[in-house]
Nanobody, 121 residues
Framework: QLQAYGGGLVQAGGSLRLSCAASGYTFRHYDMAWFRQAPGKEREFVAA????????YYADSVKGRFTISRDNAKNTVYLQMNSLKPEDTAVYYC????????????????WGQGTQVTVSS
C-alpha cells in the first residue's frame, strides 16, 4: 500500500515536497517512481529512483527542478519540487516499479490514491 501526501496550492516559482509512505511489502527491494496526471491527459512519468538510491531518472520537463529521494529506514520516497510552474499542476502518484522501462506506467504496481498539486500563475 502507498500513501502519497504533501500536495497543495502554491504560486508559480514556489516549492513543495511530496512524500509517499509504503507498507505491506519490502520497500527497500524495489525501485520507485513518481508519475502525474493532469485533467484530460495521460499519466506522465516524472522521476524514478533505484532501490538503493544510487541512480535517479527524470523527465525532461522536470529535470533541474525536481529531486527524487528515498529513506529505506522510513519506507518513504520523496519528491522535492522547486521552481514550480502552472503546467506542473496535476495529481501526483507514487508507484512500485516491477521491471521494464521506467517511463511506461504499465510497468508499475500499487499506485496509491495520489496527491493534488496546483500551481497558480
Amino acid at each position: 500500500q502507498l500513501q502519497a501526501y504533501g500536495g497543495g496550492l502554491v504560486q508559480a516559482g514556489g516549492s513543495l515536497r511530496l512524500s509517499c509512505a509504503a507498507s505491506g511489502y519490502t520497500f527497500r527491494h524495489y525501485d520507485m517512481a513518481w508519475f502525474r496526471q493532469a485533467p484530460g491527459k495521460e499519466r506522465e512519468f516524472v522521476a524514478a529512483i533505484t532501490w538503493n538510491g544510487d541512480s535517479r531518472y527524470y523527465a525532461d520537463s522536470v529535470k533541474g527542478r525536481f529531486t527524487i529521494s528515498r529513506d529505506n529506514a522510513k519506507n518513504t520516497v520523496y519528491l522535492q519540487m522547486n521552481s514550480l510552474k502552472p503546467e506542473d499542476t496535476a495529481v501526483y502518484y507514487c508507484a512500485v516499479f516491477t521491471g521494464g522501462r521506467y517511463y511506461d506506467h504499465n510497468n508499475y504496481a500499487s499506485w496509491g490514491q495520489g496527491t493534488q498539486v496546483t500551481v497558480s500563475s
